[in-house]
């Protein structure tokens, strides 16, 4: 057997929605209530089983302090999949979404995407609906619930991220096979 394919993952989103904490939640199954300010980027490798299909994300944690901005634009090169977070109980974080994303399909263009309003546990103050709605409007992105602090749907949100990665992953590769099979023509 092969080892699994890796796949590239982001979180964007705004400084303080709790991006470092759901990673930690999912890699090592914790949460701290204090979280030092991410300098830069961190990352951390994860097995994801899909089904049948073991995966491997490498999951890039963006940190979404705006001078950090130049740095970014290298991380999201080879992404196959995206996460844009808000917290939940900040109407700001959640109309700084579109900013996020225009920044991510502008360096990846036509990557998927997931819409995370986290910090459920605290109750929304966006209302889901709303959120839900510019998701699927927007881009037919997934929407989902979470809270790193109680650990509600975070496995499912790494999975559905882990699935949207595959299926990127793999229509790039026929697409490029397709395109050698003409040029070989
Ligand atoms: P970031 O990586 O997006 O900047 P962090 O965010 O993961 O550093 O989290 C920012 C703060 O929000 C941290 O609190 C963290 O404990 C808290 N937090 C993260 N996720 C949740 C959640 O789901 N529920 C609740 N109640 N709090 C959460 P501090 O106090 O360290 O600033
Ligand atoms: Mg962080």
């Known amino acids: 057997m092969s080892d699994p394919p890796v796949y590239k993952v982001v979180l964007v989103g705004d ?3 709790g991006k470092t904490s759901l990673v930690r939640r999912f890699c090592e199954g914790r949460f701290e209530e204090s ?3 991410t300098i830069g980027v961190d990352f951390q490798i994860k097995t994801v089983q899909l089904g049948e299909r073991t995966v491997r994300l490498s999951i890039w944690d963006v940190a979404g302090q705006d001078r950090f901005r130049a740095f970014r634009d290298q991380f999201y090169s080879g992404l ?18 579109p900013r996020w994303r225009e920044e991510v399909l502008a360096s990846v263009p036509g990557v998927p995407m ?3 309003g986290n910090k459920n546990d605290l109750g929304p103050v966006v ?3 709303e959120a839900e709605g510019w998701a699927k409007f927007e881009g037919r992105m997934p929407f989902l619930q979470t809270s790193a602090l109680t650990g509600e749907n975070v496995e499912e949100f790494f999975q559905g991220l882990g699935y949207l ?3 990127h992953s793999e229509s790039l590769k026929e697409f ?3 395109r050698m099979s003409y040029s070989s023509r």
């Open 15 to 17: 400084g303080n929605v």
């Open 35 to 37: 979280r030092i300010l």
């Open 80 to 97: 196959m999949a995206a996460a844009l977070v808000y917290d939940a109980t900040s109407p700001a974080t959640f109309f700084n979404l």
């Open 114 to 116: 997931v819409v995370i």
């Open 127 to 129: 209302p889901p609906a």
């Open 165 to 167: 990665a595959y299926k």
């Open 176 to 178: 490029e096979q397709l």
